[in-house]
C-alpha cells in the first residue's frame, strides 16, 4: 500500500469516529443514550439497519461467494421484504405502544421475569459470538494481506468502535452509520467501474454478462426442493422470512435502530425502506463478485487467493506438488482466453460446452490445491484458511485498484466492520443494563447511574468481543458462519414472540420450558446436521410452539382431572 492509501484509510476511519463521539457527546438520561432521544427520521433508520445487518463480511464474503458459486446466493435475502411487512404492521406499533427500550421487556408483561431473562440470555450468547466474528473476520483476512499481527488488528478495530459506541450509545451508531454507509456504497460502486474499465476493450458489460452466463455464474433462481442445495427459492422465501423475521423484529441490535425513531410512521418507514433497497443492495454486491469472476476470465489469478496458505506450502515437503497443480491452473486459463473471446462474439453451444468443460477442470485442480494446502498445514502443526472465498475480492483490491481508491475500498470493508460491531455492542450494553441489571440486581437507581452501567456494559462487550475475536477461528465462509449462529438461536426467539402475539392461552411456565427444550434440540440438529441452517429458523419456531402448546394442553388435562 502506497502513503496515499494509509491516508485515505486512517483519515476515513478517523473522522468517523471523531465526529461520531463530537457530535453525540453527553448523555445524560436513559432515553437519550439507548433509544437516542427518539430522534431519528427514517432515512436515518433504514441506513442505520442495513449497516448493522452490511458487516465487513457482506463485503469481503459476498463477492468471493459470487465468484465461486455465481448469484445464487441473492435467494437468501427472498423473504426480507415480507419479513419487513410483517414487523411494521405487528412488531412495531406493539413496540411504539409500549414506549419498550429493549423487544424483551414486552415478554415479561406478557409472561413472566424468567421468560424475558431467557430470551435475552439467548439474545446475548448468540449477538456476543457475532459481535466477535464481525471484529475477527475482516482483521483475518487484513492481516494475511497486510502482514500485520492478527490480535493487532483485532484491538484496533475493537478500540475504534468502542469509543465513539460508549461516548455517544445508540445516537452515535446511527450518525455514524449514515456516513459509513456512504463510504460502502461510494467504494462499492468505484469497484464496479475500474473492474468494467479494466475487461478487455472487446468486452463491453454486455459481453460479460454473456460469458458470466457462459460459466453458470447468473443462475439465479433455483425452484428445487432439495434439502441439499442450501440456497433456493424456497429456502429463501420460507427459512429466510423466518430468519429476517427474528433478526429484525426480536434481535435487540435491530430493534434498537427503529426504536429510536421520532414516531411510528418515520419506524414504520425506515424498515420498508431497508426492505426496498437491501435486495437490490446485495445484488449489485454478488454482481460486482461475478464482475471479479470475468476479469480474471481475462487475467491471470492465484489458484488459491489466501497469500499466508501459499506461503505455507511453499515451505512443506508438498511444494512441487502444487507448483504442479500451479503450472496446470496457468494452462486452463491460458485454452480458455481463446474460447472465451471466440463466445462473447458468437456464443454458440458448442463454445459453452467447452468453457464449462474447462471451468470443472479448473475447479478440480483448485481443489487438489486446497487438500495440499491442508496437508502442509497439519505438516507444520499451523491453522490456515483453506477455503479462500473471503480473500478473492481483498486479492483484487489490492492487486488491481489504483492508489488511493486501495485504501477507500479497505475503509469500506473496516466501516462496515465498525458499524455492525457498534450496533451489536450497543445492543448488547442496553440488554445487560435493561433486561438483567435494571430489573433483577439494581433497581429503583436514577438515570445517570443505568448511564454509566451502560457505558460499563458497551466497554466490557467490547473488550469480551476483542477476546472472542482473537480466539476464533474461520469456518467454511464468513457470510455463512455468521447466519448459523443466528440460525441456531433465532428460530426459537421468534417462536416465543409469536407465541406472545398469537397464543393467549399459553402461560409463562410452558413457553419457559419449551424454549429450553427447543434450544437443546435445535442444537443437537445442527450438530448432527438434520438440514440445512436456514431451515433451522422455521424448525425452531415450529418446533417451541408446538411444545409450549403441547405443555399447556397437558397441564389444563391435568387440572381438569385433578378437579373433578
Request: hydrophobic content about 50%.
Amino acid at each position: 500500500m502506497a502513503a496515499l492509501d494509509w491516508i485515505v484509510l486512517i483519515g476515513t476511519l478517523l473522522t468517523i469516529v471523531i465526529y461520531g463521539t463530537w457530535k453525540t457527546r453527553g448523555s445524560k438520561n436513559v432515553e437519550d443514550y439507548i433509544r437516542g432521544g427518539n430522534q431519528a427520521q427514517w432515512w436515518t433508520i433504514g441506513l442505520s439497519v442495513m449497516a448493522t445487518q452490511a458487516s465487513a463480511i457482506t463485503f469481503l464474503s459476498t463477492p468471493g461467494q459470487a465468484f465461486h458459486d455465481g448469484m445464487g446466493f441473492v435467494q437468501f435475502y427472498f423473504g426480507l421484504p415480507i419479513a419487513m411487512i410483517i414487523i411494521c404492521m405487528v412488531f412495531i406499533p406493539l413496540y411504539h405502544r409500549l414506549k419498550v427500550y429493549t423487544a424483551y421487556e414486552f415478554l415479561e408483561s406478557r409472561f413472566d421475569l424468567k421468560t424475558r431473562s431467557l430470551t435475552a440470555l439467548l439474545f446475548l450468547i448468540q449477538r456476543g459470538l457475532a459481535a466477535g466474528i464481525t471484529i475477527y473476520a475482516p482483521a483475518i483476512i487484513l492481516s494475511a494481506v497486510l502482514g500485520w499481527p492478527l490480535n493487532q488488528l483485532n484491538i484496533i478495530i475493537g478500540f475504534l468502535v468502542i469509543i465513539y459506541t460508549v461516548s455517544g450509545g445508540t445516537k452515535a451508531v446511527s450518525v455514524t452509520q449514515k456516513h459509513q454507509m456512504a463510504v460502502i456504497f461510494t467504494g462499492m460502486f468505484i469497484a464496479f467501474v475500474l473492474i468494467l474499465n479494466y475487461l478487455p476493450e472487446q468486452i463491453n458489460f454486455s459481453k460479460a454478462l454473456t460469458i458470466a452466463k457462459a460459466n453458470n455464474k447468473l443462475n439465479i433462481l433455483d425452484f428445487s426442493f432439495n434439502l441439499e442445495n442450501r440456497y433456493t427459492f424456497w429456502s429463501g422465501i420460507i427459512g429466510g422470512t423466518f430468519l429476517m423475521l427474528s433478526y429484525f423484529g426480536t434481535d435487540q441490535s435491530q430493534v434498537q435502530r427503529y426504536l429510536s425513531g421520532k414516531s411510528l410512521k418515520e419506524m414504520q418507514l425506515g424498515l420498508l425502506f431497508n426492505g426496498a433497497l437491501k435486495v437490490p443492495m446485495q445484488f449489485f454486491i454478488l454482481l460486482v463478485g461475478v464482475m471479479v469472476f470475468v476479469f480474471y476470465q481475462f487475467n491471470p489469478s492465484p489458484i488459491h487467493f489466501n497469500p499466508h496458505a501459499k506461503e505455507v506450502v511453499k515451505v512443506s515437503s508438498f511444494a512441487n506438488e502444487f507448483e504442479v497443480l500451479e503450472s496446470k491452473h496457468q494452462t486452463i486459463f491460458e485454452s480458455k482466453q481463446k474460447l472465451l473471446n471466440n463466445y462473447s462474439q458468437s456464443p454458440e453451444p458448442a463454445l459453452k460446452s467447452e468453457i464449462l468443460s474447462l471451468n470443472q477442470a479448473e475447479k478440480e485442480n483448485r481443489e487438489n490445491a486446497r487438500i495440499i494446502l491442508d496437508k502442509a498445514a497439519k505438516e507444520h502443526d499451523t491453522k490456515i484458511e483453506t477455503n479462500d472465498k473471503d480473500y478473492v475480492f481483498i486479492h483484487f483490491i489490492l492487486n488491481n485498484l489504483p492508489r488511493g481508491l486501495i485504501g477507500l475500498l479497505l475503509a469500506v470493508i473496516l466501516s462496515a466492520a465498525m458499524s455492525s460491531t457498534a450496533s451489536e455492542l450497543n445492543a448488547l450494553a442496553s440488554t445487560t443494563t435493561i433486561d438483567l441489571y435494571k430489573r433483577s440486581i439494581a433497581p429503583n437507581k436514577d438515570d445517570i447511574h443505568y448511564v454509566k452501567a451502560t457505558k460499563w456494559f458497551t466497554l466490557a462487550w467490547g473488550i469480551l468481543a476483542i477476546c472472542i475475536a482473537c480466539i476464533a477461528y474461520l469456518a467454511d465462509n464468513l457470510i455463512q458462519l455468521v447466519n448459523i449462529i443466528g440460525s441456531i438461536f433465532y428460530g426459537n426467539v421468534l417462536g416465543i414472540f409469536l407465541l406472545a402475539f398469537f397464543f393467549k392461552s399459553v402461560k409463562s411456565n410452558a413457553v419457559f420450558t419449551a424454549a429450553i427444550i427447543t434450544q437443546i434440540i435445535v442444537l443437537v440438529g445442527w450438530y448432527q446436521t438434520w438440514m440445512p441452517y436456514l431451515w433451522l429458523n422455521l424448525f425452531g419456531c415450529i418446533l417451541v410452539i408446538l411444545i409450549a402448546l403441547l405443555i399447556q394442553t397437558l397441564k389444563l388435562k391435568t387440572y381438569e382431572s385433578s378437579t373433578r
